[in-house]
């Protein structure tokens, strides 16, 4: 499909797969279920994190309940603007609960460290972070993550919900984005 602007694949559908049920079943037990904070709340990223989001919620051996927010930083350049942007906000008020956020990625750090206070000063019970990827080389916040799938080099990764300019979120691996197509 989009052969000619891969380099390579970085993770597989396969590993994908595994690395999501390993989390699941890590992240399940620290939540008692029928806890007085109510299901896990599950808070998406848009876009990016959608294939993480669902495929690791069907994984999670518990109940939850699912949020979305949309926030960008990146426009269509390869590399953050430390601009952070609410596009979509949350329908639903987070006091009280036991809230985990679900990322795609983290590169510099500075949209989940944007999300953590902004989350933080809505009074959730606890908030963390799960993240399928991330580059360490990159970060520029630290952010507290407890929970990642996969350190990442720091090249420009596209597929399963990540994109460039829009492009890709549809392959169903992470794969490496051919230089020539954001150098021409
Ligand atoms: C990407 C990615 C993360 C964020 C990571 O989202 O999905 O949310 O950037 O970058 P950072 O750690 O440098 O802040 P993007 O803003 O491109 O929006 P999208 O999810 O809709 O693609
Ligand atoms: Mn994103
Ligand atoms: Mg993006």
Known sequence: MY???????????????????EL??????R???????????LIGVLKGAIFFMTD???????PTQMEFMAVSSYGSSTSSSGV???????????AGRNVLIVEDII???LTLSWLMRNLSSRN????????LLRKPE???????????????????VVGYGLDYDERYRDLPYIGTLDPKVYTD
């Open 124 to 131: 959730p019970a606890s908030l963390e972070v799960v993240t």
């Open 31 to 41: 939540y008692p279920v029928g806890a007085p904070e109510g299901d896990l709340l």
């Open 138 to 156: 990159a970060v520029k916040v630290d952010v507290h993550v407890a929970d990642v799938g996969f350190d990442i080099p720091d090249e420009f």
């Open 107 to 109: 590169d510099s750090g």
């Open 24 to 29: 699941a079943e890590t992240i399940a037990a």
């Open 3 to 21: 052969e000619n602007d891969i380099a390579s694949v970085l993770i597989s559908e396969e590993q994908i797969e595994q690395r999501t049920k």
């Open 56 to 62: 690791f919620a069907r994984a999670l051996p518990i």
């Open 84 to 94: 952070v942007r609410i596009l979509k906000d949350l329908d639903k008020d987070i």
